[in-house]
């Protein structure tokens, strides 16, 4: 490897699949019907109550490959008020984080009757994250006392917010995450800002007729990390079909940064923005959910050859409204 493709390679881990020191990472999680875990406005907005649990794994052929556990809770409470609740493992060689998130959210409806949809909604997220860095297999052959070792530990709290408008078959969704500037001990202040402030910004509209057998949902996401500038946006497609047993979907989402690198290919130097394809295929089965998402990284240097699997396995049952709006919105319905 040619040392200026260092920086690439580094772009590559920060931007799609490296740990995440921001609480959990975005990944394709909400493209399996779990929009909660990125936007707190979103708990409650449903017409059903959700359990959402997800499993990602990483490169299963490299030992400690980054991997993620999450599950999630969201209620309606009465005419106007959600609930949630999150839990997640987030794991990358010797790095670790656990935390928890609790979340409150308002929703105000404009509808004209009680079959249309035209709702604002707004939610706050406050959370507990513990970071650990075990260094004690550090160095085991040639011992360095300085890292060799240590386990470091340290706990934060930070808060999300966030704002969604649901109208008919458009869906929006704005969300600010780690709105506290924290300085945490377990990494030098040299090199980690302690504003960890991101951005999310996604929007979805689905076409078809409310009924019908076939329905298609375009959407896109759009992050921005606030600190180093960072950016990425998310092109999705989705298609679901109406069974007697529920539903049966399927979709497509591309990833791209708009944050690039430089690297030598022999003689010849070639630019690359990391980017990767995710599938997910789905299924509806009554009150349960399963889906499964493969993510592939693309580019002429890459991490790894294999592909990110993920599970997530669902289970709706009845909150405060017992029947569905007159529209063809798969985020409230």
Same mark, same amino acid.
């Given at each position: 490897?040619?040392?200026?493709?260092?920086?690439?390679?580094?772009?590559?881990?920060?931007?799609?699949?490296?740990?995440?020191?921001?609480?959990?990472?975005?990944?394709?999680?909400?493209?399996?019907? =779990?929009?909660? !875990?990125?936007?707190? +406005?979103?708990? &409650? *907005?449903?017409?059903? %109550?959700?359990?959402?649990?997800?499993?990602? #794994?990483?490169?299963?052929?490299?030992?400690?490959?980054?991997?993620?556990?999450?599950?999630?809770? =969201?209620?309606? !409470?009465?005419?106007? +008020?959600?609930? &949630? *609740?999150?839990?997640? %493992?987030?794991?990358?060689?010797?790095?670790? #984080?656990?935390?928890?998130?609790?979340?409150?959210?308002?929703?105000?409806?404009?509808?004209?009757?009680?079959?249309d949809l035209n709702q604002l909604s707004f939610g706050l997220s406050a959370?507990?994250?513990?970071?650990?860095?075990?260094?004690?297999?550090?160095?085991?052959?040639?011992?360095?006392?300085?890292?060799?070792?240590?386990?470091?530990?340290?706990?934060?709290?930070?808060?999300?917010?966030?704002?969604?408008?649901?109208?008919?078959?458009?869906?929006?969704?704005?969300?600010?995450?780690?709105?506290?500037?924290?300085?945490?001990?377990?990494?030098?202040?040299?090199?980690?800002?302690?504003?960890?402030?991101?951005?999310?910004?996604?929007?979805?509209?689905?076409?078809?007729?409310?009924?019908?057998?076939?329905?298609?949902?375009?959407?896109?996401?759009?992050?921005?990390?606030?600190?180093?500038?960072?950016?990425?946006?998310?092109?999705?497609?989705?298609?679901?079909?109406?069974?007697?047993?529920?539903?049966?979907?399927?979709?497509?989402?591309?990833?791209?940064?708009?944050?690039?690198?430089?690297?030598?290919?022999?003689?010849?130097?070639?630019?690359?923005?990391?980017?990767?394809?995710?599938?997910?295929?789905?299924?509806?089965?009554?009150?349960?959910?399963?889906?499964?998402?493969?993510?592939?990284?693309?580019?002429?240097?890459?991490?790894?050859?294999?592909?990110?699997?993920?599970?997530?396995?669902?289970?709706?049952?009845?909150?405060?409204?017992p029947e569905p709006y007159d529209c063809n919105c798969p985020a409230i319905?």
């Amino acid at each position: 490897m040619n040392i200026k493709q260092i920086p690439l390679i580094f772009l590559l881990i920060s931007s799609l699949y490296g740990f995440s020191q921001d609480g959990i990472p975005v990944y394709s999680d909400y493209f399996a019907d =779990n929009l909660y !875990l990125l936007h707190p +406005s979103m708990a &409650g *907005a449903a017409t059903h %109550n959700q359990i959402r649990l997800t499993a990602r #794994q990483q490169w299963f052929d490299q030992k400690e490959a980054p991997n993620l556990q999450t599950v999630s809770f =969201n209620a309606r !409470l009465g005419e106007q +008020s959600g609930v &949630g *609740a999150i839990f997640f %493992n987030d794991q990358n060689g010797y790095h670790s #984080q656990t935390g928890a998130y609790l979340t409150y959210a308002h929703h105000i409806m404009f509808s004209r009757s009680e079959a249309d949809l035209n709702q604002l909604s707004f939610g706050l997220s406050a959370g507990i994250t513990q970071q650990r860095l075990d260094e004690t297999n550090f160095a085991l052959d040639d011992y360095d006392p300085i890292i060799a070792g240590i386990v470091q530990s340290t706990s934060y709290f930070n808060v999300d917010a966030g704002v969604s408008y649901n109208f008919l078959d458009f869906s929006s969704h704005f969300t600010v995450k780690n709105l506290i500037f924290q300085n945490r001990s377990i990494y030098s202040e040299d090199f980690e800002s302690n504003n960890q402030r991101k951005y999310l910004l996604s929007a979805a509209y689905a076409i078809g007729k409310y009924g019908a057998d076939w329905s298609y949902e375009p959407s896109f996401l759009f992050q921005l990390t606030e600190r180093t500038a960072e950016k990425a946006i998310d092109i999705n497609f989705k298609a679901y079909r109406t069974m007697d047993f529920g539903k049966l979907w399927g979709g497509l989402s591309y990833r791209r940064s708009f944050d690039g690198a430089d690297y030598l290919n022999g003689l010849e130097t070639k630019g690359q923005k990391a980017q990767y394809v995710t599938p997910v295929l789905g299924i509806n089965f009554k009150d349960f959910m399963f889906a499964y998402t493969y993510s592939y990284q693309a580019g002429n240097v890459t991490l790894q050859s294999g592909g990110f699997h993920q599970i997530t396995l669902g289970y709706d049952f009845l909150g405060g409204r017992p029947e569905p709006y007159d529209c063809n919105c798969p985020a409230i319905n």
